[in-house]
T-cell receptor, first 116, second 113 residues
Framework: AQKVTQAQTEISVVEKEDVTLDCVYE???????LFWYKQPPSGELVFLIR??????QNEISGRYSWNFQKSTSSFNFTITASQVVDSAVYFC?????????????FGDGTTLTVKP | EAQVTQNPRYLITVTGKKLTVTCSQN?????MSWYRQDPGLGLRQIYY???????DKGDVPEGYKVSRKEKRNFPLILESPSPNQTSLYFC????????????FGPGTRLTVL
């Protein structure tokens, strides 16, 4: 069965600090997709990034970067020079393509608080 | 505007009174899904649908029913709600349900007394 673990329940940092949110996943599929979503205090869910299982290139988008390592089944998310507006709950998610195509598993989320 | 809509946004009901939460998307997406969000438990998938007339159980389907008679609509039915179904519910859609991001509705906060 697929599983996504976000071991950090809550993280608190001071503005301008760098912070990494961990995501570890389990799946038997060789083809799958990983995602990160953000849920700000207003409650909506916002897509951040998608990565497929065959693409281990790291990605950078402004202050955000993602490190996908298949060898350790991890897909970690780093925010550089954090800002108060980054305060939110962040979810890592996995979708398989095989037998359970379309079944979506989210981690429990990491609540990030950035203090001014 | 491309969006996923849910109704109602808030609902307080009593145990055993059947209810339906509607979900509609205007993006012609094949895939739709229902999640519940509870504190500390992230989003848990209830049911999903890869296409019209095709639905599959997620991780927590007990006590819920769904139907997908049209591409745009995916209602969530609670035949006999119980207090443990008090939760925040999200509907989502995506083009294929595999490689694409999911677009989420605004959420429905349900309280079952």
């Amino acid at each position: 069965a697929q599983k996504v673990t976000q071991a950090q329940t809550e993280i608190s940092v001071v503005e301008k600090e760098d912070v990494t949110l961990d995501c570890v996943y389990e799946t038997r599929d060789t083809t799958y997709y990983l995602f990160w979503y953000k849920q700000p205090p207003s409650g909506e869910l916002v897509f951040l990034i998608r990565r497929n299982s065959f693409d281990e290139q790291n990605e950078i988008s402004g202050r955000y970067s993602w490190n996908f390592q298949k060898s350790t089944s991890s897909f970690n998310f780093t925010i550089t020079a954090s800002q108060v507006v980054d305060s939110a709950v962040y979810f890592c998610a996995l979708i398989e393509v095989g037998t359970n195509a379309g079944k979506s598993t989210f981690g429990d989320g990491t609540t990030l608080t950035v203090k001014p | 505007e491309a969006q996923v809509t849910q109704n109602p946004r808030y609902l307080i009901t009593v145990t055993g009174k059947k209810l339906t939460v509607t979900c509609s998307q205007n993006m012609n997406h094949e895939y739709m899904s229902w999640y519940r969000q509870d504190p500390g438990l992230g989003l848990r998938q209830i049911y999903y649908s890869m296409n019209v007339e095709v639905t599959d159980k997620g991780d927590v389907p007990e006590g819920y029913k769904v139907s997908r008679k049209e591409k745009r609509n995916f209602p969530l039915i609670l035949e006999s709600p119980s207090p443990n179904q008090t939760s925040l519910y999200f509907c989502a859609s995506s083009p294929t349900g595999l490689s694409d991001e999911q677009f989420f509705g605004p959420g429905t906060r349900l309280t079952v007394l």
